[in-house]
């Protein structure tokens, strides 16, 4: 059991920090994080559409020649920004504006992950365009901000155009403050931690996932005033807006961050949000102790409302949807001193949020997937193209593809084949357990295209290494095309390392009668 201390205090957040520092991209490849919610072609293309849109009212309303600055928080993986950057480039490449050149920064606190992203193939060609760069970012300390490509410095007010920062599933994993309300005054909740008694000899992930976090039976300590006035002013708002007995789950840690961040810029910030949380006044109300959500690391809930009169304190603008959302809330602050004249923003928050935006797409991937069964061809590849071409996506509805390949028209083979290679063209490999370069591959073998499906067997060699039967799909392509003599090579090599593959064995005898003659 460890000591009673205050929820901002409690070990569990240095526990959140172990885990992702131990185990690296593994939380993601191994799907032991989720991340797919926001980190999918859907997201990424909206929020290509506003910043593009933010570039745009910029190009009209400053005319600064120096480049302006994207930074991902808690970039992880890296998937969402090579969606993202896919989508913004197809904009600013047909865009008829005079647009500033732009930069692109993952961030992350693991120097593993910075190594990761620096090797990824899928990155290289933005690497390349200066388009991108990454850096070391522990939100609980910013100063200044040092691109490890680049080489560049950021520090305070040394940018004249606003930075624009972009956090998804970031704010609901680092530490925030908790705080009961009871007739407006407001003070600081004790909680306890307890832990498996073995809690030494396992894992973090295993220490987290059986760590119990509950309110300690102590009187509630008045709150103390943070050394940031508009921390307290926000606090005193929560205070004087209570009618009723709640718990307040404060973010007082990523209030901080956005404010230092807003500071590197000479014209402030735009924030781009995405998590679970809520943000209407209502929704502060009657709240109850805050339940965590544990899935190898932890998280809660986000307090948009007070991201909202943060926004309102710094005289900014800002944008949340005006219903309810059931997976994730998407949202846009803009602390920026002429933020009324962001028009083509604005517009560009109603169209690909508000009034449809990712949470519905996601809404109506369920229904897609649940009914794929009944869809016909057309009607599974205008999911597809709908999704912006989402991996994760196919995957889910490849058993109905699979069910209708043979009935398909020589023009409806033509069809899956664009659209197959826009899926890969859109994917982000973390080597997940589903083989997209494989399935692809099956597909269009199947569909007799086996130079095609070649190149997909081979890239999920590439991947994955030696498996039997992918070893055993690429020999069948080379039969096909005709290349004997190389099917029998990997036929061989493939019986001497998995000696009971009948299929192999069937063509390997075939083919042996057939090149020794």
Known sequence: MIPVTTFGNSPIWQLQQQYFEDTGINAWSKSEVPHYVTSNPVVA????????????????????????????????????????LKHLDQLTTNSGYSLPDFCYVLSDFSEGVLNYWKEHPRLQPFYVKGQLDHCLLNALDIQEITLRMSGKTIKKA?????????????????PQDLYFIRNNQVHECYVQTALPEDAADISVKERISNMILTEADKPLLQKPAYPEPFLNRIIEQFAMQSESDTYLLFPHTGLRCIDHLSQLSQHGLLLLTGDRGYHRPDESKNRQFPSIAIHGSFSYQVNYHAFKLYCADRGGAHFFPTHRHDSITHGCLMLLPDADRFAETKMAYQR???????????????????????LSLQELLACLRLSGYDARFFNQLLPRLTDLINSVSEEEKWDIFQVLHQIWEMYYPLGEEDDLAFNIGLVLFNLNFPKEALSYFLLSEKIYGYHANRSYNIAVCHYHLNDHVTALKILQENHTRTPGNELNNTLLGHLETTVMR
Request: hydrophobic share 45%; charged share 15%; net charge negative.
């Open 352 to 374: 690909f949020i508000n009034n449809f935006g990712p949470d519905d797409f996601y809404t109506l991937k369920q229904l897609f997937v649940s009914t794929a069964h009944n």
């Open 158 to 174: 040394s940018l004249s155009l606003p930075i624009i920062v972009i956090a998804n599933y970031f704010f609901d994993t680092i």
């Open 45 to 84: 293309k909206a929020y290509a559409e506003m910043v593009y849109a933010f570039l745009c009212d910029l190009s009209v309303t400053h005319h600064a020649n120096e480049k302006i600055y994207l930074l991902e928080l808690g970039a992880g993986h890296g998937r969402f920004c090579y969606h993202f």
